[in-house]
């Protein structure tokens, strides 16, 4: 924590995001996902945010979904810069996912349950922070504890693997479109696997290999799929 959030933390102050939702477009986000994803247990607010808040909307198991889903709502509030032909396939913006085990310690501190929505956040503070874009089939590597803990080495972008199609975008009120995004972490040499193959061919392998559950919910003990 630097000087200016220890500041802002003792003050009681903290400024708003530079990139923010309208109250309508936030209700709007707020009620495709509970109506395509499930109802929200609870949110686990960015205290200090910056350029976008990466707030987490936890979803807790059910009997149809018996897992635990985090999802951003405020990284969408950024427009992406994507590349000129890709225009006209509204990819601008997006929310990101996480998919977790039901015995998952959803909001616990300790970095061996924390991970994930460490990532989640971190993942959707790049567009705005590095006015860059992410978007299907983006790996982003990873180099921290969490590779160290659990030999991953990168977090795949691909459509959430359990819900209709119909969950992975929310038209805003001005047409745009919000993409939803779930996050597979990879070991390293899945990484290079889909560097080489692509990202279908990879997602493939996983099917026949693994079946449709590790494309569900992560699985921190799970092999590398590369036979």
């Not at 923010?20 to 509970?34: D, F, N, T």
């Not at 018996?66 to 990284?75: D, E, F, K, S």
């Not at 998952?104 to 956040?121: A, I, K, N, Q, T």
Request: proline share 8%; charged share 25%; net charge negative.
């Amino acid at each position: 924590m630097n000087k200016k959030d220890v500041i802002r933390l003792f003050s009681g102050r903290a400024d708003p995001p530079r990139h923010c939702y309208s109250q309508k477009e936030e209700a709007l986000l707020l009620a495709h996902i509970q109506s395509r994803f499930g109802a929200p247990k609870r949110i686990l607010t960015e205290a200090y945010p910056q350029d976008i808040r990466a707030d987490a909307v936890v979803i807790a198991p059910s009997p149809e979904r018996p897992w635990y889903a985090l999802i951003t709502v405020g990284m969408g509030a950024f427009v992406m810069d994507v590349p000129p032909d890709l225009i006209d396939c509204e990819l601008e913006r997006a929310e990101l996912m996480f998919c977790l085990p039901p015995n998952w310690h959803v909001g616990s501190l300790r970095e061996e349950w924390r991970w994930p929505l460490y990532w989640l956040r971190a993942l959707a503070h790049i567009p705005a922070g590095k006015e860059t874009w992410l978007g299907w089939g983006h790996v982003v590597p990873i180099e921290d504890s969490v590779s160290k803990r659990s030999k991953f080495s990168g977090m795949l972008l691909i459509d959430p693997a359990a819900y209709d199609r119909e969950a992975s975008f929310c038209e805003m009120p001005d047409g745009s479109i919000v993409n939803f995004y779930q996050v597979l972490p990879l070991f390293e040499d899945e990484v290079a696997y889909r560097r080489t193959m692509g990202t279908d061919v990879l997602l493939a392998l996983f099917e026949s290999r693994l079946g449709h559950r590790p494309l569900c919910v992560m699985d921190a003990a799970r092999g590398s799929c590369i036979p």
